[in-house]
């Protein structure tokens, strides 16, 4: 129930007299017969009443004190619960993902990325979809690719935005927003990836991205640019098979001399 000692008024440590002597005072102020204020609820009256009798009676009283103080040792309790440090205790993937979550969204961007390299690195088959809804999924994992190209984390943060781009496919959620979300994902294909990580993975990012929905340009685009990156690393025939499918998608598509020379 509510608390007694602030219906009546009184302070916990109220002797009787003065628990009385506050009735008294307050009944005249809210007992219809006796209060001046017209259509006054009897409700007031009867919690007061009520308070009165509890801590008029020793006994009652002494129980109200003990469920009094265990109520606001559980509000402390609850005050002082630190949800990100309980997070940090647990090593279950459920715990972490949200842990990576939380703090994207409480200002701690750069823990949130290092846990998720962390993650990603330590875990098999690590996945944050599997602890979120898929809408509340598809909005942070959107944020954390931003992050994450924002750290040159350009390879994680084209895995999120792959997943991201075929949930929308499956079912529309973006719906209007989603051309910045291809946008983002085209940028990151062309101007962040190539030069900036490992051919192969580079390479796999680029070949997935095939069967992304982009345009025949942005097809033709990423062929070229694995063309390029499969004569680095010497795989001529597969560059050449890259460069062709390029420029039947795109036949003015802009090579350079050197594949020019090599594969045309």
């Given amino acids: 129930m509510e608390d007694c000692y602030k219906i009546l008024g009184v302070s916990p440590k109220a002797t009787i007299a003065e628990i009385k002597t506050a ?21 007031a009256f009867q919690k007061l009443l009520k308070a009165y009798q509890i801590l008029c009676d020793s006994y009652q009283r002494s129980i109200f004190d003990f469920e009094r103080t265990a109520a606001k040792q559980r509000t402390e309790q ?7 440090e309980w997070l940090l205790q647990r090593e279950d993937d459920e715990s972490r993902s ?3 979550f939380f703090d994207l969204l409480h200002n701690r961007e750069d823990d949130a990325v290092a846990e998720f390299k962390r993650m990603m690195t330590s875990r098999i088959n690590f996945s944050l979809a599997r602890w979120f809804s898929r809408e509340d999924f598809m909005d942070l994992g959107y944020i954390l690719a931003e992050e994450l190209i924002f750290r040159a984390e350009y390879y994680d943060a084209y895995l999120l935005l792959a997943q991201v781009i075929r949930m929308e496919y499956s079912y529309a959620y973006f719906r209007h927003f989603f051309p910045e979300v291809m946008a983002l994902a085209r940028n990151l294909l062309t101007k962040k990836i190539p030069g900036n990580i490992h051919d192969e993975l580079a390479l796999d990012a680029l070949e997935d991205a095939l069967d992304l929905g982009f345009t025949k340009k942005d097809n033709a685009f990423f062929l070229k640019l694995m063309s390029e990156a499969y ?22 598509i802009s090579v350079s001399e050197k594949l020019k020379r090599k594969y045309r």
Wanted: charged share 35%; aromatic share 6%; with cysteine.
């Fill in 23 to 43: 009735f008294r005072k307050k009944a005249k102020e809210l007992h219809p017969d006796l209060s001046k204020q017209e259509n006054l609820s009897t409700k």
């Fill in 78 to 84: 609850k005050k002082s619960f630190d949800y990100r």
């Fill in 98 to 100: 949200k842990l990576i």
């Fill in 231 to 252: 004569d680095r690393i010497g795989d001529s025939h597969t560059a050449a098979m890259c460069l062709q499918k390029a420029i039947l998608l795109d036949s003015s």
